[in-house]
Every structure is written in C-alpha cells, then in structure tokens.
C-alpha cells in the first residue's frame, strides 16, 4: 500500500503576501489531514520572492498548532546553511512541543544562489561534501551519545524521524549507509530517479532506525474536474519552471491559457522534462498517471505537490488526489 504526503512551498502569488502564504500553509494542513495525507512538509529555500518557508522551522511549528496528528516536518533542511547543533535544538523543540508527528528531512543543496548562501554563512567555507559527516553529528545529538562533548538542549532525547533528501545518486548512497529512509526530488529533477532507487535498495544497510528501505519519491498533481481546468491551474507551476531555469523567478503567477503550446520549443522542452513526473487532468487521469508511475519506481510512499494559484482550486486538487489515492488502495 502507497502512502501518500504533501510537500507545500508555501508560494506567494502575485498579488498576495507572505502573510497570506502562511495562512494558506496552515489551512492546507489542516485540509490534508482531514484528506488522509500521511505527511505535510516544507522546505528551505532562501531568495526566492515567491517561496515563503525560509523559516522552516517556524513554519512547520504553525502549522503544527493548525493540525492534530498528520506528520510534519521539513523536505527539507539544507544542512550545509546551519551547524548541525542549531539544527538539533530547533527539531528538538519541535519535537517537544509535537512529539511523535515531526520529520526531518535532510539535502545537501544550499537552496539559494553563491550572493544568499554568503549572507547567510557570512562565509563559504563550509563544504557540501561535508554532509555526512554533518548527519551524523546531529544524529548524535539527538541520541545525547555524548560523541561530540555538547548537550543539545532541546534536542537531546528527541525522537524526530530523519531522512535523506536528495535529486542524484550522492543521498541514496548515503541513506542506504546510514539505514535512513530515502526522498528522491523527481518532481523537478527526475533524470536519476530509477537509478538512485536502485542503489538505495541494493546497498541499504539495516540500522536502529530502520530494518529495510524505505523510499519515497515527488509527483507533482494538477487536478480539477475538468482536463481543460487541470491544464489551465498547471501553467501557473509551468511559467514558475520556466522563469527558474531561465534566470527569471518570482512570485507564483495566475493561470495562462494555452501557455504550453505559447512557448518556443527550448523552454517547452525545459519544461516537459522537468515536470515528467507529473499527472494533469480529472481524478481518473490523476489515478492513472500516479499508478503508472507507483507501478514504474516501487516506492512506498508519494510525495505530492500541487503548486496551484487559486488557493480554493489547489484545496480541490489535492482533494481529488487524495481520492485517486484512496480508489488505487481499495482496487489493490
């Protein structure tokens, strides 16, 4: 049986404002849960005028208090931004204030471009390469091992669920080393999708955390009661694409008609392949595309996002989603 999770990116559209982004993460939740969602996360990202999760660790705690049971967390953190103790004392107190329901996802990236991540670090001098060794310090303050001398508090004793994040085959090497479960980003860079998989289950070493792999993998959903409606809500996540990788981002735009078929052919194709891991249409276009793609990859669990304008039309999305889902596991 596939689980299914929501990733929000909390966007801020054109006209609207931060403080109506993080109203809208927590009604989401909120509404997610209700849906059957097995996890709500957000994510780092810093610079980015339409992305309102900076603060992830904020965020994840508002939108904590708007729900009861669904799991939260973070997919994730960009570790190279933070010391790992930083990290361990605000999952820490997360984990004390929603014990049980936190997650900890965990990438490499630095989420921002070389200008942010300075005025983030002040310098660059810590290495993304570095990253094992910077998991394994924070697992370590979290087990309170007394390994690095410093007891993080909050943080030690604390029970988050921490996984490995990654878009290449670096994090499944590393998630299957470390028996963490594993999240392939394919709902924006899909290229090494089936490899890292494989990898990941072959090489996985059963650990206190885990007795077997567990991988779960981004799928972005577009759905409406219409084909025609589904594709119209898509363009908004298409014009985001397409500005990203052409050096343009900004806030979440209103739906375009026809954008697809307006583009030249370099951005159509930028776009059909960054967005393949995606289903747009009816629920029952929703359902085939997710089958297809559960059928292709194995994976235990979705990761779902659906990166609409209207916040009423994304709610109903992900509604007919979550009932696509819940129709795949009665047919199972």
Known sequence: M???SLLDLV???????????????????AHAEALGFHRYWVAEHHGMTGIASAATAVVIAHVGHATKHIRIGAGGIMLPNSAPLQ???QFGTLDALFPGRIDLGLGRAPGSDQRVAHALRRNL?????????DVVELQSYFADDGRTGITATPGAGAKPEMWILGSSLFGAQLAAMLGLPYAFASHFAPDALDQALDIYRRDFRPSPTLAKPYA?????????DTREEAELLASSQQQQFVALRTGNPGRMKPPVPGYR?????QHAAILDHALSASAIGTRDDVARGIAAFVARTGVDELMLTSAVYDHQARRHSIALAAEAMQGMKLAA
């Open 2 to 4: 596939t689980l299914y």
């Open 11 to 29: 966007p801020v559209t054109e006209g609207g404002s931060v403080a109506q982004s993080l109203a809208h993460a927590a009604d989401l939740a």
């Open 87 to 89: 990290i361990a004392e």
């Open 125 to 133: 001098n810590s290495d993304a390469n570095e990253f094992p060794r």
């Open 216 to 224: 779960m993998a981004g799928f972005n959903v577009f759905a409406a």
């Open 261 to 265: 078929a307006s583009l030249p052919p």
